[in-house]
């Protein structure tokens, strides 16, 4: 299971960071990723990280500007927002995976959290 946790309202400009916690022994096994769901628009990725920690990817809409990071004892992981846009307004889910391939690709996800809504406001 998968807690997301951290969004709010924030002025363009401004970081957020968003949480997300897991229960259950499986976590540092997985492939973490972000996504997002900017409203009337498809689910899109925003990055990923590998089980140990080495490899991270992201989208290119957020490079530079946003950080995965994760803390396999604390079952976390984590997504430093920075430079925020409006047009990074979404719901922003995190998941967890067990392959470490194609990982911008939702359908290679198996677990999901809930969800945690940013607004970036001007």
């Known amino acids: 299971q998968l807690q997301a946790s951290g969004g709010g309202l924030v002025q363009a400009g401004g970081s957020l960071r968003l949480s997300c916690a897991a229960s259950?022994?499986?976590?540092?096994?997985?492939?973490m990723g972000w996504f997002r769901q900017p409203p009337g628009k498809e689910r899109e990725f925003v990055a990923a990280?590998?089980?140990?920690?080495?490899?991270?990817y992201y989208a290119n809409s957020v490079k530079g500007r946003f950080t995965i990071s994760r803390d396999n004892a604390k079952n976390t992981t984590y997504l430093q927002m920075s430079s925020l846009k409006l047009e990074d307004t979404a719901v922003y889910y995190c998941?967890?995976?067990?392959?470490?391939?194609?990982?911008?690709?939702?359908?290679?996800?198996?677990?999901w959290g809930q969800g945690t809504q940013v607004t970036v406001s001007s």
């Open positions: 259950g022994r499986t976590f540092s096994s997985l492939t």
């Open positions: 990280i590998i089980k140990s920690g080495d490899g991270t």
């Open positions: 998941a967890g995976s067990s392959v470490v391939r194609l990982i911008e690709r939702p359908h290679r996800y198996d677990y």
